[in-house]
């Protein structure tokens, strides 16, 4: 049986961040795990929502055509989705020929049904969310974002949408699951039975849409295009209608209220569910483009891994509800539950199985209870994961890791090898096949949620099938072969540093957030240069943020100093920098300083130069100062008191 779900299609007036990596994420996590249970094909659709007055102003603002600047951030999009692992079917783009087709073809089928009426409005419409804000008066300002309204008069098509408030009440009664979770139904129904008002559906003061079928110059009003396109992707698949759409909850109302209006006033079958997840705070706000207080996936996929990203989001927030992100939360539960909690399951029992049984999973039934409380975590884990209720799962999953670990503690097969007892080796037997076993269901319940980590362990305990290939059955207890081969551990989770990384992922976040810039057609700030008489010597070239790093540079204070002997410009340094022995630093600064004045004095080294001879003496390091041309090296120094020993960042 098939199943397609889909994600919002993004605006291309921002690039991808955390917010929007959030729902393509959760995507990705459902498409694995329907997969698991047996759908084929799954299906998902992602995209680029293009249209729109707000694009049209953004590309001219970079001197671009709306086409080329959509291209670029689709663009954009669709290499972020990949660098993060996430499995896309289709990538919809909204200026896809194919979809205007698709578009009018369903506003002809809206009008023939009588659902289609020419009018004129006058309201307050804001431009940043594409919507008109109802009893708004001029001058007022949107009540969502907060910018100025603006008063638009038009001759539009309406949708009449005020003829299907009936049949939609009793779509959401009928189909309580239509609308999740309950809390966000009840807001629907409330806000349906309230009254619906006429949609304008088409603008005629805007190039940048698709042209609707009718006299005029009149182009579909961006919200309309960008629903179908739901639709358009997967257009002669026999995919629709869909499963699943999820989406943020700042835009149920169109999902859950005009979406299944165009459809039913166009015959077609309706979406079976929308899930409206909550948002991703940073300070206790929305994480957004307008608000600049985004933080984007790529530095955290590259120096955390996508994995563990993925896994603190479904863990720490309730999905439905907002949530905090912060590096530092992060970090926690990255070494609280991965690099302890599961990495160290791992590591230990395929150690154990390594050293008291040559590698080889022993025969067995395992432990009975153990095995007991698998077969309900995993009821848990499938139930929950089909509510989108991952925090609650991933909860059921990291108990039973818990009750692994207790296991092993009290079976203490350590011991357990050293005697040579037939009854404790078969009770090693068996401790050694629960773990094994544990770890197995534990590994592939995981994979929806982390895959390259989860195939990473499934590797190490022998498999030589993919872990994609798992089916939800095969996760009963007892299922790992006796005899099987496993293979030497290899840290999945390493030990995160918190100060060093933090300082790294905000460096990265900086460079990342000018190269985005730059694809959105800004011109990155200059950076101020000093204007002090002198011009600077040219720049070398540019390098990353991980060549910076491969630099190790020390606050050092100097203990001794003493002119090399037959070397004028040279003095030899004994230099603290916080190790057992002192440092031999050889430096070209003899014609600057006298040794007596340094003594005492701290200096900055660097630390993990490649040792190398200087007049019979070999230099552990190189000090640092400014050198200016024809002019005597000054030493680089601090202001305030510094520890010896200190790394420079
Ligand atoms: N283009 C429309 C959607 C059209 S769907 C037919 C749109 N685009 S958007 O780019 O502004 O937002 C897309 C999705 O990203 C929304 O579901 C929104 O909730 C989500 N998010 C944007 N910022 C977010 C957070 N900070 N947190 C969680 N989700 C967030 O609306």
């Known amino acids: 049986m098939k199943y397609y779900l889909t994600t919002p299609i993004y605006y291309v007036n921002a690039a991808p961040h955390l917010g929007t990596a959030y729902c393509t994420f959760t995507a990705d996590l459902i498409k694995r795990f329907k997969t698991m249970q047996g759908f084929e094909p799954v299906v998902l659709t992602t995209g680029s929502d293009e249209h729109s007055r707000n694009v ?103 949708f009449k949408l005020s003829l299907l408030q009936d049949r939609l009440l009793e779509l959401y009664e009928k189909q309580p699951d239509f609308v999740q979770p309950d809390y966000r139904r009840n807001e629907i129904v409330s806000f349906v039975k309230s009254g619906l008002r006429d949609l304008s559906i088409t603008r005629t003061n ?112 309730t999905f439905g509800q907002d949530g905090t992100f912060s590096y530092d939360a992060l970090i926690q539960r990255y070494n609280a539950d991965l690099a302890n909690g599961l990495g160290n399951l791992a590591s230990r029992t395929l150690s154990m199985i390594q050293q008291y049984r040559k590698g080889e999973v022993p025969a067995s039934d395992g432990f009975g209870q153990v095995a007991e409380a698998s077969d309900n975590m995993c009821a848990t884990v499938i139930e929950t994961f089909e509510q989108l209720n991952f925090s609650r799962g991933l909860e059921a999953i990291w108990s039973f890791i818990s009750v692994l670990d207790r296991f092993i503690v009290e079976r203490a097969p350590w011991k357990l090898n050293k005697n040579a007892d037939p009854a404790a080796q078969t009770m090693l037997d068996e401790t050694l096949y629960t773990a094994a076993e544990g770890l197995r269901i534990v590994t592939a319940l995981l994979y929806p949620v982390m895959p390259d980590a989860a195939e990473n362990i499934w590797k190490q305990l022998g498999f030589l099938t993919r872990i994609s290939a798992v089916r939800l059955p095969e996760l009963h207890w007892g299922k790992l072969p006796a005899g099987q081969n496993v293979g030497q551990p290899t840290p999945v989770f390493p030990r995160l540093e918190a100060a060093p990384l933090i300082v790294k992922l905000e460096e990265l976040e900086v460079i990342e957030k000018a190269r985005q810039a730059v694809l959105m057609g800004k011109t990155p700030e200059p950076e101020p240069v000093a204007q002090v008489g002198k011009s600077i010597t040219p720049l ?13 540079l020390r606050v050092g204070r100097v203990l001794s100093a003493e002119k090399v002997k037959g070397a004028d410009k040279l003095l030899h340094l004994k230099v603290d920098i916080g190790e057992l022995e002192p440092r031999t630093i050889v430096a070209g600064i003899a014609a600057a300083y006298q040794p007596e004045t340094l003594v005492g004095r701290k200096v900055v080294i660097v630390a993990n130069l490649a040792p190398r001879k200087l007049r019979g003496l070999t230099s552990q390091g190189m000090i640092v100062a400014a050198s200016l041309e024809g002019e005597l090296p000054v030493l680089a120094g601090f202001l305030e008191d510094v520890p010896v020993g200190a790394r420079l960042k």
């Open 206 to 317: 805007l190039k940048w849409g698709i042209p609707a079928p009718v006299e005029g110059n009149h182009v579909f009003y961006v919200w309309f295009d960008a629903l179908i396109s739901y639709m358009t992707a997967v257009e002669g698949e026999n995919l629709w209608p869909a499963d699943l759409h999820l989406i943020g909850k700042d835009i149920l109302r169109f999902h859950a209220v005009y979406w299944p209006a165009f459809l039913m006033a166009a015959d077609l079958p309706l979406p079976k569910k929308v899930f409206a997840h909550g948002w991703i705070l940073n300070d206790g706000v929305k994480m957004s483009k307008s608000r600049g207080n985004v933080v984007r996936p790529g530095p955290l996929a590259d120096l955390i891994g996508a994995d563990g990203l993925r896994y603190f989001l479904w863990r720490e927030i």
């Open 540 to 552: 070398s070239p540019e390098i990353v943020i991980d060549d910076f790093v491969k630099v190790d």
């Open 56 to 158: 049209e102003r953004a590309a001219s603002a970079g001197g671009k055509t709306p086409e080329e600047y959509a291209r670029v951030i689709a663009e954009e999009f669709q290499r972020q989705w990949k660098q993060l692992g996430i499995q896309i079917d289709h990538f919809i783009r909204t200026s896809d020929p194919r979809h205007h087709a698709v578009v009018r073809d369903l506003f002809l089928r809206c009008q023939k049904n009588g659902y289609i009426e020419k009018g004129s409005y006058t309201g307050q419409y804001c431009v940043n969310d594409e919507a008109y804000v109802n009893d708004a008066q001029p001058g007022d300002n949107c009540p969502d974002c907060g910018r100025p309204t603006e008063t638009v008069t038009e001759d539009n098509y309406f």
